[in-house]
């Protein structure tokens, strides 16, 4: 049994320039909100990538089981490896939360995680939890094989190459809510379709040029577009949408489908599901895991079945139950 929220002290991750800049100025007002719940809280601020990794192992070493992130997809995917990076506990066994600050905070999407600081400190204090699955992604860097675990979408091809660019045009000091839409935009006229061969436990699915591939275990990403509208995130099954070579016109008129669940309309869309997933592609891809530029082709995916728990809306427990 969960001890009452006043005995629980939480282990709270704070990204400083999430959102540009939103999680440093954002946090007093999180924090007071937290204090007036009575939720006991341990705050320390990220200094540098993979700190969230780090703070996440020491925590648990520390005896934490409850941690909250105050960041984005980035850190909640830092905070994720260092779940599984730690050998302390079963990652099942620590309660995991998240204060949207972010940029995309597409994640949350998934969970009906509340965007106003209020509810979602609400649904920390009822602590409904839910498990979801995991994956983990292999591919190639420096010439190493590495890996890494992913709590969402991964997107390989086109999608990497936004992300560079969307990664590079924020480097420059770009902001805005339309500079994803933008990146993708001017990414489109300049990536070109490579050939891919796709196992999906085991059996070929796929061996043409490809324009883009997302391989997920939740349904969002790109700031609030559906690329995998059917993922369940407990089913124990990866998601995968193929987007095979397609002229700008005709996805400028089907945009919408991007966004409402409707992207299998689009008859350049393939749709596989499995727990394991191979890509090779020539010439090599990126990748991008969680909203993290990784590195190349080939990639392997592999599901760890409900392998971390989380804090989710008390709508999306019911929606999750009248659907089952």
């Not at 705050?43 to 990538?49: A, L, Q, R, S, W």
């Not at 980035?74 to 600050?101: K, M, S, Y």
């Not at 099954?237 to 996805?251: A, C, E, K, Q, T």
Request: net charge positive; with cysteine.
């Amino acid at each position: 049994m969960e001890r009452p929220a006043e005995e629980t002290k939480w282990f709270v991750i704070v990204n400083p320039v999430a959102g540009s800049g939103r999680g440093l100025d954002h946090f007093p007002r999180i924090s007071k909100l937290l204090r007036d719940a009575h939720i006991l809280c341990e705050p320390v601020f990220t200094e540098h990538k993979f700190h969230a990794t780090e703070l996440t192992v020491s925590a648990v070493r520390q005896g934490y089981r409850h941690i909250i992130v105050v960041g984005g997809d980035g850190t909640l995917h830092e905070v994720v490896n260092g779940l599984f990076i730690q050998r302390e506990v079963d990652p099942r066994e620590v309660l995991l939360a998240v204060v949207a600050v972010g940029t995309g905070n597409d994640w949350m999407r998934m969970f009906g995680v509340p965007r106003r600081y209020e509810d979602t400190v609400r649904a920390i204090r009822e602590g409904r939890s839910f498990l979801q699955d995991v994956g983990i992604i292999s591919y190639e860097e420096a010439h190493y094989r590495q890996s890494r675990y992913m709590a969402n979408v991964a997107g390989a091809g086109f999608d990497a190459a936004v992300n560079r660019r969307f990664t590079h045009m924020r480097k420059k000091g770009r902001r805005g809510k339309w500079l994803y839409t933008w990146s993708t935009i001017r990414s489109f006229f300049r990536y070109k379709s490579t050939g891919m061969k796709i196992w999906v436990d085991d059996r070929l699915v796929y061996n043409d040029l490809l324009f883009s591939v997302s391989i997920g275990i939740c349904k969002y990403n790109g700031g609030g577009m559906q690329p995998l509208p059917e993922a369940v995130a407990d089913d124990g099954m990866f998601d995968m949408s193929l987007i095979r070579p397609v002229h700008f016109w005709h996805i400028l008129f089907r945009i919408r489908y991007l966004f409402n669940g409707g992207i299998y309309r689009i008859r350049h869309v393939l749709r596989e599901r499995g727990s394991r997933i191979r890509i090779e592609s020539s010439p090599e891809v990126s990748v991008e895991v969680d909203g993290e530029l990784l590195g190349e082709s080939p990639f392997e995916f592999t599901i760890l079945h409900r392998a971390i728990r989380i804090v989710v809306s008390r709508e999306f427990l019911e929606s999750e139950s009248r659907g089952r």
